[in-house]
């Protein structure tokens, strides 16, 4: 059975970068016809999509985040990444990461990582 | 950006009653490419209908979807205890992926 897990710092200061790594197990990342993606939601709010990325590298993103965010993949240990800069109180949410197919919803998704932007 | 309008913003209904949830896209949605969530508290989003009409697996025969135009719905026809959450409808088929801004079922 797939899973995915977040991982990283929970709090962040204002200016800084967000960085956190999605850790897949049960299944290659390294396969075809699969995407990783990011996924976040502020508390108490709805879900925002944030980019995606496929096995080989290729990625594409949300404009609503103006260039900020950048997704990689690191395949020798079936993880990618997601890296946020210049964050401000408005970044504060659950960040998950989840799997989907080519043109397909996210089927498989990690538990969520909470980060709090603040002083 | 494809917008998705959910309504009604909460629904209060009784075990055993059937809930209607609905979901209207901004412009066509390509291919029917629509799914629906569920949420619960502390939980990653569940995915339950894709396709807008096709059940994920595991998902019981309770749940359906179903699309008329840019209208989406959701339909539970007989609600259980465990079926109290929020759900989100989500469209797949334009990037950038959007998210309706969800529908509350709350038990009366």
């Known amino acids: 059975q797939m899973q995915l897990q977040e991982s990283g710092p929970g709090l962040v200061k204002p200016s800084e970068t967000l960085s956190l790594t999605c850790s897949v197990s049960?299944?290659?990342?390294?396969?075809?016809?699969?995407?990783w993606d990011w996924i976040r939601q502020p508390p108490g709010k709805g879900l925002e999509w944030i980019g995606s990325m496929y096995y080989s590298g290729s990625t594409y993103y949300n404009p609503s985040l103006e260039s900020r965010a950048t997704i990689s993949v690191d395949t020798s240990k079936n993880q990618f990444s997601l890296r946020v800069t210049s964050v401000t109180a408005a970044d504060t949410a659950v960040y998950f990461c989840?799997?989907?197919?080519?043109?397909?919803?996210?089927?498989?998704w990690g538990q969520g990582s909470l980060v709090t932007v603040s002083s | 950006e494809i917008v998705l309008t959910q309504s009604p913003g909460t629904l209060a209904l009784s075990p055993g009653e059937r809930a209607t949830l609905s979901c209207r896209a901004s412009?066509?949605?390509?291919?029917?490419?629509l799914a629906w969530y569920q949420q619960k508290p502390g939980q990653a989003p569940r995915l339950l209908i894709y396709?807008?009409?096709s059940r994920a697996t595991g998902i019981p025969d309770r749940f359906s979807g179903s699309a008329s135009g840019t209208d989406f719905t959701l339909t539970i026809s007989r609600l259980e205890p465990e079926d109290f959450a929020v759900y989100y409808c989500?469209?797949?088929?334009?990037?950038?992926?959007?998210f309706g801004q969800g529908t509350k079922l709350e038990i009366k």
């Open positions: 989840a799997r989907r197919a080519w043109v397909g919803p996210f089927d498989f």
């Open positions: 396709g807008a009409s």
């Open positions: 989500h469209q797949y088929g334009n990037s950038p992926y959007t």
């Open positions: 412009q066509s949605v390509s291919s029917r490419y």
């Open positions: 049960g299944g290659s990342i390294n396969k075809s016809s699969f995407y």
